[in-house]
């Protein structure tokens, strides 16, 4: 299979290419020229969650051969036999437990898969230099994609951070990261700013010479690259053949899937899983205050012209949703030139509008809502009083949402909802929303949220209160630059 640019300034490249590159050197993204036919029994029948993973992935990645014990090792990090559990909850919902992994975010069910792949594109693709993977993160794609690139030969890993924007849990598993291949850089500003920055050094070409020079290629480890992006499209596969396997739907069915949002990377997966055959009704894109993504599926309009908000949900903290790109480009048929179109007026005039053609082919696909913080801290409080159970404030935004959803449509299809964070990476907010004190710092509140929960701080988690800090850089984004090539050289 083919790997096409959605700007389609980039020749077409095989699925080794598009993984070591990560982005087009055109501005966009790249995308499977055509999503492969899923055969059903993947989805009809059980099976272990490495396994799947390898056969779905093959689909996607057909030439980079078998890749199951890629897939077997990655999964073996988590702290589950089956890192993908279904859970059916006391209030009759069905949680998608996505943060079993190393790091306690979603971002470890693609991010663990990620190394071994790239490694296997990187032998096949003849490619001699080692691969500098440059990420910008909300908070937990920076810990993933840390913790599973440390150590690795053949490739070095550089996140840059906004110095205000992430949880002090987040912000000090970055910083206490082990391993000589990685740099950790704070960045004056906000996500977007620290995604446009990386964004803008991989289109920088005295960036890439300099990188050359010192033995290295760039990749991303963002959901921008097709090799991040396509693991996630096996929890979809999973959860729905758990359902027919358990017997809460018959094979075929159409279920929903509920997807805190932010950079669109999971619900994106959501709708390749549902192009491929999986029988999918309704993607639900649950976002907090930043709506930019509910007004933008409601009205066909995307706006940026609007305030930036920190909430208590910030890996959702965006305004530019990366991934949008993808869907806009699936969902007009591969229109390069309308997606370099909308893409550029987004960059310069700040907002774009669909044609009602386009905006009523994401319809059929997307419902989307707001959950404010207030309602977020309701959310997690209720839910606790009720059944006892934390839901981190990524997935309380997404239960929310998802209660409007069903009380406005009347839909009673079964859904899922994605559950991206374990409750302890937050635990200043879970406080907060379980109506306890505050501490004074982010270890100190996960004590106390352990005390009052009766439930166990996660061993991953608990080790961060001891580490000893490692980095301490904070930049300007116009210097952002001379940062990276400082934490290269210090390799
Ligand atoms: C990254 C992240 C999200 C948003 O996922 P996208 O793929 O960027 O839309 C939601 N919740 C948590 C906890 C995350 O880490």
Do not use: W
């Not at 991206?420 to 996960?446: H, I, Q």
Request: charged share 20%; proline share 5%.
């Amino acid at each position: 299979m083919l790997h096409i640019s959605t700007r389609g300034q980039t020749p077409p490249v095989h699925e080794a290419n598009a993984i070591c590159m990560g982005l087009p050197l055109d501005g966009g993204l790249f995308a499977p020229e055509k999503l492969p036919p899923m055969p059903e029994e993947l989805f009809c029948e059980a099976r272990a969650y490495h396994d799947l993973a390898a056969k779905v992935l093959s689909l996607l990645f057909g030439r980079l051969g078998d890749l199951g014990e890629i897939t077997q090792s990655a999964y073996s990090r988590f702290s589950k036999d089956n890192p993908a559990p279904l859970v059916a909850e006391p209030d009759g919902a069905f949680t998608l437990e996505l943060f079993h992994g190393p790091t306690r975010a979603f971002k470890d069910m693609a991010l663990q898969v990620l190394p071994g792949l790239m490694e296997r594109a990187r032998l096949q693709s003849g490619q001699t230099k080692k691969i500098c993977i440059l990420t910008a993160t909300s908070g937990d794609t920076g810990k993933a994609a840390l913790e599973a690139f440390a150590g690795r030969p053949g490739c070095a890993i550089l996140v840059f951070f906004p110095q205000n924007g992430t949880s002090e849990v987040q912000e000090k598993q970055m910083t206490t990261q082990e391993g000589a291949n990685v740099g950790v850089c704070a960045l004056e500003g906000n996500f977007d700013d620290a995604q446009t920055g990386v964004k803008r050094l991989f289109t920088d070409t005295s960036f890439h010479l300099g990188m050359s020079s010192r033995g290295y290629m760039l990749s991303a480890a963002n959901s921008v690259n097709i090799g991040r992006l396509a693991p996630q499209v096996v929890y979809y596969v999973h959860a729905y053949a758990t359902l027919v396997d358990k017997g809460f739907i018959k094979a075929g069915d159409q279920i929903n899937f509920c997807v805190p949002t932010g950079n669109f990377g999971n619900i994106l997966a959501g709708l390749y899983a549902k192009h491929m055959g999986l029988p999918i009704g309704r993607l639900i894109c649950a976002s907090n205050r930043n709506r930019v993504l509910t007004d933008l599926l409601t009205t066909g309009r995307y706006s940026l012209n609007r305030e930036f908000y920190t909430t208590y949900s910030p890996s959702m903290d965006i305004l530019i949703s990366s991934n949008f790109e993808r869907a806009l480009f699936l969902l007009s048929g591969n229109d390069v030139e309308l997606t370099t179109r909308l893409m550029t007026e987004l960059r310069t005039k700040r907002s774009f509008e669909m044609s009602d053609a386009l905006f009523a082919s994401f319809c059929e696909h997307f419902s989307a809502y707001t959950c404010n913080d207030e309602e977020t801290l309701a959310e997690i409080g209720e839910s606790f009083k009720s059944t006892g159970k934390m839901f981190d404030p990524h997935t309380a935004v997404a239960r929310k949402c998802l209660r409007d959803y069903q009380r406005e449509t009347g839909d009673t299809r079964l859904c899922v909802t994605l559950a991206t964070a374990d409750p302890y990476k937050f635990p200043e907010t879970m406080l907060k929303a379980l109506g306890r004190p505050s501490e004074e710092n982010g270890f100190a509140a996960m004590i106390s949220l352990s005390e009052f929960t009766n439930t166990p701080i996660p061993a991953a988690l608990k080790s961060t209160m001891t580490k000893p800090v490692r980095f301490f850089n904070v930049t300007a984004p116009e210097m952002i630059r001379e940062a990276a090539m400082e934490m290269v050289d210090c390799l």
